[in-house]
């Protein structure tokens, strides 16, 4: 092999090295105490707030403290399952920067609900998987009943955002487009001057509603 030939393998080698460093799966949570989550404007876990029961991190009902990745991500694709009590509600908030208001004022939600009991079942753009208030779910939605698990997928690079519920890609759309700004203008966060504009993503939420919800088995690669 010459010189130019070793070069240009060794550059191959390099790129597809760092393609699957840039790809493999980092463990959020699987069942065992974590250091890759924290209390939203908390330096630790709040133990108080949310517990590990089984392979799941669960809510105690009452105060809410919400979860939030310890490190922030942009470009990115999160799995994970979840199951709410009857009339649950809860959601996966992304793009959140912390700041002095709550998760929900800063990042957008990937809706997590029992859309059979809870009220925001009943419109379609509160639902679950909903982009929260502003997008339904389309046509391939499809919920698992209350007490059996919900997977769950959001999909975001070079700001197109992807909703995923039980293998269905469910809500899709450009982050900062024009479109979504008139979502924006048109819902109730219209008011909140920080909601949806981090341009360089932001920590994922995993939201404590005050009812009991679980959450298993969260992983997430960078793209």
């Known amino acids: ?49 949310w517990v590990i029961d089984g392979d799941a991190l669960k809510t105690v009902p009452g105060k809410a403290v ?30 959140v920067v ?25 419109n379609p753009k509160t639902s679950s998987g ?20 919900n997977s769950a997928k959001l999909l975001i690079k070079d700001n197109h955002v992807e909703h995923w519920l039980n293998g269905k890609k469910v809500v899709e759309y450009k982050w900062g487009s024009d479109e979504m700004k008139e979502w924006i203008k048109n819902s109730k966060f219209k008011d909140m001057t920080d909601f949806a504009k981090s341009t360089n993503g932001g920590h994922i939420a995993f939201q404590h509603h005050g009812e009991e919800v679980w959450y298993r088995n969260i992983r997430i690669r960078k793209l």
């Open 1 to 49: 092999m010459n010189v130019k030939r070793l070069v240009l393998a060794s550059l191959a080698a390099a790129v597809f090295s760092t393609s699957i460093m840039a790809g493999e799966w980092i463990v959020l949570f699987d069942g065992k105490p974590t250091d890759k989550l924290r209390g939203y404007k908390q330096t630790g876990f709040p133990k108080e707030n």
């Open 66 to 95: 919400d979860l939030v990745t310890v490190e922030k991500f942009q470009n990115y694709e999160l799995e994970l399952e979840w199951k709410v009590q009857p009339a649950g509600n809860s959601g996966v908030i992304y793009n």
């Open 98 to 122: 912390e700041g002095p208001g709550a998760t929900y004022m800063t990042g957008p939600e990937m809706q997590v609900l029992d859309d059979d009991k809870h009220p925001d079942g009943k």
């Open 130 to 149: 909903s982009l929260y208030a502003m997008v339904a779910p389309n046509g391939e939605k499809s919920l698992k009943p209350v007490g059996q698990w």
